[in-house]
């Protein structure tokens, strides 16, 4: 049993190493949204906070946090190696929760960086717009947001958040994830 253990500790640990490395990839590639400043302003993961900008610079203390959390799992197993430990598994759960430890959206040719994340354009299903009216969760952070919507992303077993602020912004995502033949869904 604790064969199998450390297996699916292994395989969860290298493929969060994978998506890690897939995302710094990726976060060099020409980035087509947000290109500008005005367009930066108006895409929010966080109600209260502007995304960064999708460069290792801006997003250092991500990096570092989350190459942090890596070590910390996989030193931890290395510890607890010899030892008994049934509970290994919940040493995952820093990196299943990380998703807070970038604070990044961006299109790029390829498809979205999203958070911890990047969704190919072939791994998205469909997405959905929601206005922020006063019955949404997001409501009352801001003046900005209040007015604004949220692009809700789904992909293969999971899904993307991001709040726009201005209508300009909501109808260029929207064009540009329906050129990739994406469905909106109500």
């Known amino acids: 049993m604790k064969l199998v253990f450390n297996i699916l500790f292994l395989m969860a640990v290298v493929y969060y190493t994978y998506r890690f490395v897939q995302l710094l990839i990726k976060m ?111 409501y009352g952070y801001t003046k900005e947001v209040n007015e604004g919507y949220e692009f809700i992303i789904k992909a293969k077993g999971h899904s993307c958040s991001v709040i726009t602020t201005s209508n300009e912004m909501k109808d260029r995502l929207t064009s540009m994830i329906q050129e990739q033949g994406i469905l909106l869904t109500k």
């Open 28 to 138: 060099n590639q020409t980035i087509i949204v947000p290109a500008t400043d005005s367009e930066k302003n108006a895409v929010r993961i966080f109600p209260q906070k502007v995304v960064n900008s999708p460069t290792y610079s801006k997003q250092k203390w991500g990096i570092i946090l989350y190459s942090f959390m890596l070590l910390f799992v996989i030193a931890m197993f290395i510890i607890g190696w010899d030892l008994n430990w049934s509970y290994q598994l919940l040493l995952l759960l820093p990196l299943v929760h990380s998703r807070n430890s970038f604070n990044l959206f961006a299109i790029v040719e390829a498809g979205l960086l999203c958070g911890n994340r990047y969704i190919a354009w072939k791994q998205i299903k469909s997405f959905q717009i929601i206005p922020i009216d006063q019955n949404h969760r997001y």
